[in-house]
Every structure is written in C-alpha cells, then in structure tokens.
C-alpha cells in the first residue's frame, strides 16, 4: 500500500486550508521541495502522525490563529482515505518509517548528547518489532513485580517493627508455631524473674515436711475394751458390786488405797484398815480385792495411763503451734517460689484442721480419761468423736500429699537457684522476646496479615519466574540481532566514506526497560559516549556531518532489518543535511537503492540540486514531485517542473543564445549580450582550470595566453588569443566593473549577432 494524494491538509503549521494535493499523485519514488520554514517537518509530522496513530504531531503542530481543529485527508493505494478528525485518525498505516529531526532527537543524539532515552529508542530501532514485542512482555513483567513490591511493601507495613522486634518481615513470617508456647513463655518469664531476683532466690529456702501426728485408733480402741480375764470370777463379782455402791471414781480409789493394806501372806499380823485402824482379818472383801487388784491390774491401768499421757503429748499445743507454723512458711515459700517455677499451692484451713484435731484429741482422752477410772470396763469413744476423727484422718492424707508435692517442688526449685546462680539476663530477655514474638505471629491480626504477605511474596515468585523467562528470550534474540545491526550500521557508514566506525554495539538490561550502548570507533580507538571532562566522547569527536551520517547509518540499518520491508512507506526529510558532496552522492545511490526495495519512497528538501540529481537517474515512470510554497501568510502545495528547475544558469544562457540567433522575437538582446561573458569563462575555466581558477578575471587569462604564445606551456593559438580578446572587449560593455553605463550601452542587433555567433562558435572548440 502506498500514499496516493495529499487531499486535504487544514490547520497544521502553515498549513490553513490545503486541497490542491488531491491533483498531485504521489508515485513510488516522490520528491518534495520546499523552502525552509515552509512545511516539510509539518508534513514529516503528518507522516509519523499517520503511521503510529499518536495524535500529538499534528496537535502540537495547531496552526496559530485559529481555533479551528485540525483536518487531513489522505488518500491511500487501496482506495481508502485516511482522514485525521477530531482528534483522531480513521485509520493507521503502520508500515510508514520517518527519517527527521525527530528521528535523530529520539534515537541518535540530541545535539551533541546522547543520553538513556536516546540508548533506550535505539535499542527498540535496533532489535525491530519482533524485539520491541519481546521487550514490552518482558516490561510487563518488570511492571508486575513492581506492583508485587509495592503491594509487599504495603503489606509489610502492616507487620511494624514493634511487633516483630529484631526479625525482618520475611523471618517474622517464617516463625514456626510452638505448641508449648504458652508453657515455654511462662517458664522463661520465671527464668527471667528468677535472674533478675537471684539473691532473694539463692537466700529463699526449700520446703520443709509438713505433718500432722496420727490417731492409733485400732490401738486405743483395743485398750479401751481390754477387761482382764485372769481375774477370779466371785471376787470380781463383789468388787464390782461394792464399787457400784460407792460411786464414780470408786474403783481408783481403791486400788490405788489397797497398797496400803499390808496382806496376811506377809506375816506382819493382823491387817488394820489404813482409813480407820479396825482390824480386816475378818474381811471377805478385802480378800477380794487382793485378788481384783492384781500385779495384771496395775499393768493394765498403766498402759491406760501412758496412753492418755501419750494423747496429751502427740497432740498437745506445742504440736499444734508447730503445724500451724510449717503452714504459713510453706505458704509463704510457695507464694515465693510460684513466681518461679511450678510450685503448688498452699491452701489449707488450718482452722477447720485444729477444730477436727481438737474434736478427735479431746474425744480419745475422754475415753481414755473414763477407761483410767474403769480399767475393767469396756469404753466406747463417743460418736462425735469418731467423727472427728474420721475428718482429721482425711485432713491428715491431704497434709501428707501437700508436703509430698512441695517436697517434689524442692527438685524444681534446685534447677531455679542453680540457673539464676549463673544466668545471664540478656540472653534470657532475647529468649523471652522471641518467644513473644512467636506469639504474636501466630495471634490474629498478624496470623491474616502474613499469609497476604506470604500469598503475595508467593506470586511475586510466579511473576519473576515469568520475567526471567522473558528476559532469557529477548537476550538470546539479542544476541542474534545486535552483532548483525552493528555489521550493517559499519557498512552504511563504509559506503558513506564515514571516517568512524562503531564498535561494541550491545543491550543492556536497566531500571527502567533495555537500552542499547556502542563506542566510537576512531583510527582503531574506542571512543565511549560519555566522557569524562576534557576526555575524548561521542559530543567532541564527531562533527554534525559525522552525528547525522550516524543517524542515516542506523535508519538504513534499521530499514534494511525489517522484515516486512518491502512493504514500508519511507519518509526522509532532509537527509543530506551538514553531508559533504561525498556522503551527498552516496545518501542518493542508498535512495534509488531503497526505491527497489521498498513500496514507496517519499523525500523532502530544501535543496533543489540534491532533489534535481535524485529526479535525472529516477526512473521516469516511477516518479513524482511537488513543491510547498507561500501561499499569502501560509503554505500550499504546488506542482513542481524539476526539469526546468535542473537546467543550469549556463544552460540557461547558451539555449537563450541559440534562441536569438534564430529568431530576436521576444527575445531581451541585453540579456542576450550580458551572457556572453559568462559563457566563455564557464568555457575557459573548465578547458584550462589550472590557469585559470575561480577567482581570476578572463582578461587575466588571455594575457596568459598571449605571453605563453611560441612557448612550450602555449595555451591558445595567436588567432584564438586574438578572437578570445575581441570578444571579452564587445562582452564588457554590458557588465558594471568593466563599464559605468553597461545599462544603457548601445546594442545593435547585426553586432550582437555577430558576437553570439562567435561566442557559441568559440565555446565550441
């Protein structure tokens, strides 16, 4: 597909309201001229415009004035019109690349400067569509993981230094749930407590046994019923039976009075009462109780005694004072040492203990009491009594239990003193610190605000793997596609005679997507873009014929890579500017090149010989020109006769020479006479350059040749000196520094005539 016609171009630049281009085609190969300031970069701009779809060319380029927006039609191969409205274009020809000052800004230099965004676009240039593709995944890629990072770097400021302490986020996250977490910070708080407290731990004591004496109630209660059966029946039969008469306590009484009573067996005499002094040999009863009241008897009522001694003794107020006592340490210690280990509980009634120990105590010795006073009778503790005994029985087990597991305790309570004895305080602060931290992050909000950071770190991998993969592509394209760029840039710039070359053409992968880097290459030194100060760089070694070389040299490289090329529409807008007539002959062949290579070639100048020597070895049927020209305040376009805009000022004057020889009618005779001058110095300078160069007079040169005449470096003939000097005297009449009036010299017609015809005859030989 191709341009056809420019049909409308309206309130762009200079351009106000311009539709004569729908009368001028566009062919494969067309040329533009214009003058400068006219509208070629508008035009350019339109171009860009058109192929990439931005609006921006044009818009920037609003035509001062008017509020008016901006209208372009153009009409395409395919008998559709493109048509720039509103702001916008119907449609985009993709295949259309711009060579222009734009072109060079963005992609080589700006003017001595090649900074990162010109490295950035050249490597874009450089790799093509196929690598600007591969490059725009990949910094999609870039793009997501730097939404993954922001995205982290929010979540993470969710799980604030205070809650994590000396762990990074990742870590923090990273911690591992305990499920003696509870137990292991308790047992590091008293850990701690006890280091930081280690002389009240070292001075505190262990526990002591607690206990409280027992009631030997089988015992008691077998003393209790125990009655003496080897005592005689009838005599214990009347002693009870006089007791019963006497009373309560009668029995003690007599038998703690009968010692006194000295027996018959004894042979002292006759037994007297100790009471009364009456003799008792006629007694019955006193035999009796001899006989009741025997060693067995005395023996029985002993062990009664010892036993209630013994009940007064276990159980008597300096036992109880002293239970009472071990409580309230042992309750004193276990509120001590809780704080530090596992130590139980000291909860004990002690009250209700001493009512049931008072009950039970009180309960025995009454019996005892009344089994003293009765050793024969059976005596039964009272029910209460039992009671109590039962209660104090239980209280009892459950002290023993205590003082069993407070004894245990002791065990813990050595670890303590010995840990604190030695400890070192920070490392139990950190270890206590890091166990907190473990419970914070496994305590809500931090359990759901690491998994969304845990979930997006997770797709942050997925995302990286993407963008290495990405990145492995677009390298290994790279590494194909830069070596063969650098080969063709060099080549380009060998055909335009560049005196540079460009060596270590690369990609290099930054921040902000891929750029592209090379050096200078200069008499075999490397030359870098960017220099140090007062050091050899891109911006002081390269003149602007060199920069703009460079520039032609990457957009033909870069054409010449494209691999749909011959469907590109190429725009060159003054490609020739600051080149030297070498690099100007070469930039025309790689023109007529491109034209076979391409669908279209459309170039724009301001130089009409460059345009008039691209027009003569184009191919007649394949080429087209117009011209942008004012059009009052503004610009239109115009077509454009290059073939008379070809003929040179010499051309010019030798054909209206010839016109005048053969007919005078309409013909101006001064201009006729005035160009007869230049025509032999055009003659002689090109016939004999090395005498007579640009600067010398024609009367100069033919002294010249009349002092050379006879000699060896002889130029002319006596009679071409002699013709040559006839001449130049008629040509000076009509020229100011050879003659004051050569505006109103005479001309006659058979004069000039005659001089025309030997000027053309002269030029001629």
């Known amino acids: 597909m191709t341009i056809e016609q420019l049909r409308l171009i309206r309130n762009i630049g200079k351009f106000d309201n311009v539709a004569t281009g729908a009368n001028l085609p566009l062919a494969k190969f067309a040329l533009i001229y214009a003058e400068n300031g006219r509208g070629k970069t508008t035009m350019s701009a339109v171009f860009r415009s058109l192929a990439t779809g931005v609006a921006t060319p044009i818009l920037e380029r609003h035509r001062l004035g008017t509020a008016d927006p901006a209208h372009v039609i153009i009409r395409l191969s395919n008998g559709t019109n493109a048509i720039f409205q509103n702001g916008a274009w119907s449609t985009t020809v993709p295949d259309i690349s711009v060579f222009d000052d734009d072109f060079v800004t963005a992609n080589v230099h700006s003017g001595m400067q090649v900074d990162a965004s010109h490295r950035q676009n050249l490597h874009d240039l450089i790799v093509g569509a196929q690598g600007v593709q591969l490059n725009n995944v990949l910094q999609a890629q870039v793009a997501l993981v730097e939404q993954h990072n922001t995205r982290l770097g929010q979540l993470a400021a969710a799980i604030p230094a205070s809650v994590r302490g000396r762990y990074t986020v990742d870590e923090f996250c990273a911690l591992a749930p305990r499920d003696d977490l509870a137990e292991a910070i308790q047992a590091a708080e008293r850990n701690l407590a006890a280091a930081r407290n280690a002389e009240a731990v070292l001075r505190r004591p262990e526990f002591q046994a607690i206990s409280l004496p027992v009631f030997d109630v089988p015992a008691i209660q077998d003393l209790l019923n125990r009655r003496l059966p080897g005592i005689q029946a009838e005599a214990a039969l009347q002693v009870q039976r006089h007791l019963g008469r006497l009373g309560a306590g009668s029995e003690r009484w007599v038998s703690e009075g009968i010692a006194f009573v000295a027996p018959a067996s004894a042979g002292l005499g006759e037994n007297h009462c100790p009471f009364c002094a009456q003799a008792l040999a006629g007694s019955q009863l006193v035999g009796h109780y001899e006989a009741f009241f025997s060693q067995a008897y005395r023996e029985h009522k002993a062990r009664i005694a010892t036993a209630l001694t013994d009940n007064s003794q276990r159980h008597g107020p300096e036992i109880l004072a002293s239970f009472e006592r071990s409580?309230?340490?042992?309750?004193?210690?276990?509120?001590?040492?809780?704080?530090?280990?596992?130590?139980?509980g000291v909860h004990v009634d002690t009250a209700a203990i001493v009512?049931?120990?008072?009950?039970?105590?009180?309960?025995?010795?009454?019996?005892?009491?009344?089994?003293?006073d009765a050793p024969l009778e059976a005596i039964e503790i009272s029910r209460e009594g039992l009671v109590a005994i039962e209660e104090f029985e239980i209280q009892r087990n459950e002290i023993a239990a205590l003082s069993a597991s407070l004894q245990e305790a002791n065990d813990r309570i050595a670890v303590v003193k010995e840990q604190a004895a030695g400890a070192n305080i920070a490392a139990l602060e950190s270890d206590l610190q890091t166990l907190a931290i473990i419970r914070s992050r496994h305590s809500e909000p931090m359990i759901q605000n690491c998994q969304a950071y845990l979930q997006e770190k997770a797709a942050k991998t997925v995302t990286e793997g993407l963008r290495d993969q990405a990145r492995q592509a677009l390298t290994q394209y790279r590494e194909q596609v830069f070596p063969a760029y650098e080969t063709a840039i060099n080549t380009y710039l060998g055909r335009f005679g560049a005196g540079f070359r460009l060596s270590r053409v690369v990609s290099q992968n930054i921040r902000s997507g891929s750029s592209a880097s090379y050096h200078v290459l200069i008499d075999q030194v490397d030359v870098p873009l960017v220099g140090g100060a007062a050091e050899p760089s891109f911006k002081n070694t390269l003149s602007a014929g060199d920069r703009n070389t460079l520039a032609l040299a990457f957009f033909f490289a870069s054409l010449e890579r494209s691999p749909n090329l011959q469907d590109q529409i190429v725009v060159i807008d003054d490609p020739m500017t600051s080149l030297d007539e070498n690099r100007t002959l070469t930039t025309r062949q790689e023109l007529h090149r491109l034209v076979g290579s391409v669908e279209q070639v459309i170039v724009l100048s301001h130089s009409k010989p460059f345009l008039c020597e691209l027009w003569e070895s184009a191919d007649v049927n394949r080429r087209s020109s117009m011209r942008i020209v004012r059009d009052n305040a503004g610009s239109t376009l115009a077509d454009w006769d290059v073939n008379r805009d070809c003929i040179t000022e010499h051309d010019k004057r030798h054909e209206l020479v010839r016109q005048y020889l053969v007919s005078s009618v309409g013909i101006n005779e001064r201009e006729v006479a005035t160009s007869l001058r230049p025509m032999l110095e055009a003659f002689c300078r090109v016939a004999y350059p090395e005498w007579f160069p640009p600067g010398?007079?024609?009367?100069?040169?033919?002294?010249?040749c009349r002092q050379a005449l006879g000699t060896p470096q002889e130029l002319l003939n006596r009679q071409d000196t002699t013709e040559l000097r006839a001449l130049l005297d008629y040509a000076n009449n009509f020229?100011?520094?050879?003659?004051?009036?050569?505006?109103?010299?005479?001309?006659?017609?058979?004069?000039?005539?005659?001089?025309a015809t030997r000027t053309l005859a002269f030029a001629r030989r």
């Open 355 to 372: 009512r049931s120990w008072r009950a039970a105590q009180e309960a025995i010795e009454t019996a005892l009491q009344r089994k003293l």
């Open 327 to 344: 409580v309230r340490l042992a309750s004193e210690n276990a509120q001590f040492w809780q704080n530090y280990g596992e130590v139980p």
């Open 696 to 704: 010398t007079m024609l009367g100069q040169f033919v002294d010249r």
């Open 735 to 755: 020229h100011h520094d050879t003659n004051a009036a050569y505006q109103t010299a005479a001309i006659r017609d058979q004069e000039l005539f005659d001089f």
